[in-house]
């Protein structure tokens, strides 16, 4: 594989409650173009301090794959959509194959 940003993607992590939840997001993010793939991981116990105390809550994981171009559109689509006061938005740069990073770019492309 090349050293090339070209074949830059990006993978943002975020959790919800449910799997119900969790599929509303993901086929939202798809029908908006402003992701490829969302793949949904169910965990089995999240364990975190909020507000001062800690809970113990079932969680759903989305991963999504985007292309670069997509950040800002997909961080303020989850801050206005997502049920969580604070949702987790982690973002990572992966390189990809040349013919995925092009199929991701060309389906997070923001057309909707």
Known sequence: MQDCKDHD????????????VARRL???????HL?????????????YR???????????RLTIKTSPAMLEALESFLREGH????PQFV??????SES????VRAEAAGKA
Do not use: K
Not at 50 to 60: I, M, N, Q, S
Not at 100 to 103: D, E, K, N, Q, R
């Open 91 to 96: 973002v990572a740069r992966n390189q990809a």
């Open 35 to 47: 992701a490829a793939c969302v793949q949904l991981d169910a965990i089995a116990l999240s364990i």
């Open 26 to 32: 993901a086929h939202e993010l798809i029908q908006r």
């Open 100 to 103: 995925y990073a092009l199929w």
């Open 50 to 60: 909020w507000e001062g105390r800690v809970f113990e809550e079932p969680e759903v």
């Open 83 to 86: 049920p969580y006061d604070l």
């Open 9 to 20: 993607i990006l993978t943002i992590t975020t959790t919800v409650g449910s799997m119900d």
